[in-house]
């Protein structure tokens, strides 16, 4: 697993039934738009993640309509499980694990 991947699955992880936009998704993860794209596509074909086209009306919006990423239940697994082994394998932690009283690590 590619520190890439970590970094967009612990974004993702952090609220795992949350649907995000590619855009959102790469300024989060701290990732360009060429590398987060290829990564979602592979993790869609995976079944790591789901993508779907917002219900919106662009001209309503003022904006074009987006597509939403999720997590899959199997990729919430998964990632969790992959995440952790990188984890262990570098000796540093993501930040998966439960938080502390008051949001903040």
Do not use: C, I
């Not at 993702?12 to 701290?30: F, H, I, V, W």
């Not at 969790?80 to 439960?98: D, I, W, Y």
Request: hydrophobic content about 40%; cysteine-free; overall charge positive.
């Amino acid at each position: 697993m590619t520190a890439q991947v970590v970094a967009l699955l612990g974004v993702m992880l952090d609220d795992p039934t949350q649907a995000r936009y590619g855009l959102e998704l790469a300024r989060a993860a701290k990732l360009y738009t060429g590398t987060l794209y290829p990564l979602l596509s592979r993790l869609e074909r995976a079944g790591w993640l789901e993508s779907w086209w917002e219900d919106v009306d662009p001209s309503a919006a003022g904006r074009p309509r987006r597509r939403l990423y999720r997590l899959t239940p199997t990729g919430r697994v998964a990632g969790r499980e992959g995440v952790q082994k990188r984890e262990k394998s570098l000796g540093v932690g993501f930040g998966l694990g439960p938080r502390p009283a008051g949001g903040h690590a």
